[in-house]
T-cell receptor
Framework: GNSVTQMEGPVTLSEEAFLTINCTYT??????LFWYVQYPGEGLQLLLK?????DKGSNKGFEATYRKETTSFHLEKGSVQVSDSAVYFC????????????FGTGTRLLVSP | EAGVAQSPRYKIIEKRQSVAFWCNPI?????LYWYQQILGQGPKLLIQ????????DSQLPKDRFSAERLKGVDSTLKIQPAKLEDSAVYLC?????????????FGQGTRLTVV
């Protein structure tokens, strides 16, 4: 079946540090891949997505590249801010039929000044 | 554009009681989802509607959970009777057409505590 595996948190960084949150997936065919973010007290919101191999999704300084050969979609940011503190979820939808988001367990990021 | 609206935000009930959650999706969105998010886990899909028809309810515990989307707009999710393990955040989401790659928009969720 379809599944997503994320690195466990929390990830604790100082402001301006480099961020990587690992995500790998298992799926048949070519799924679409997403990163969702949940800020404290708010709902899930889409951060970025990629719908085919080698695509790079980017938003708010975050980037992730769809790597088919390693079945990965790692999230990166060159310089994190305190306001980036949140829980980040990697997710996929299969490439057939109706969208059904399958989420990883989430990774909490804590950024200190 | 108004987002996905959910109510109530919080609910505390005793086990064996019943509870209902309400969701109003973004106007014009054909696809509506209910997810269950247990603390420390990622959201798990309970049921997916396309307009007012169910397209996936494979992970819905049908002996106690039910959901409907009358007229293809807003939706209710009911639990009867509740168990302690139902304590979770229940998320509603909608997307324009539910096709692969389409963005899903989430509400703030209803936090249910069963005591």
């Amino acid at each position: 079946g379809n599944s997503v595996t994320q690195m466990e948190g929390p990830v604790t960084l100082s402001e301006e540090a480099f961020l990587t949150i690992n995500c790998t997936y298992t799926a048949t065919g070519y799924p679409s891949l997403f990163w969702y973010v949940q800020y404290p007290g708010e709902g899930l919101q889409l951060l970025l997505k990629a719908t085919k191999a080698d695509d790079k999704g980017s938003n708010k300084g975050f980037e992730a590249t769809y790597r088919k050969e390693t079945t990965s979609f790692h999230l990166e940011k060159g310089s994190v801010q305190v306001s980036d503190s949140a829980v980040y979820f990697c997710a996929l939808t299969p490439n057939t039929g109706f969208q059904k988001l399958v989420f990883g367990t989430g990774t909490r990021l804590l950024v200190s000044p | 554009e108004a987002g996905v609206a959910q109510s109530p935000r919080y609910k505390i009930i005793e086990k064996r009681q019943s509870v209902a959650f309400w969701c109003n999706p973004i106007s014009g969105h054909a696809t509506l989802y209910w997810y269950q998010q247990i603390l420390g886990q990622g959201p798990k899909l309970l049921i997916q509607f396309q307009n007012n028809g169910v397209v996936d309810d494979s992970q819905l515990p049908k002996d106690r959970f039910s959901a409907e989307r009358l007229k293809g707009v807003d939706s209710t999710l009911k639990i009867q009777p509740a168990k302690l393990e139902d304590s979770a955040v229940y998320l509603c989401a909608s997307s324009l057409d539910g096709q692969t790659g389409a963005e899903a928009f989430f509400g703030q969720g209803t936090r249910l505590t069963v005591v």
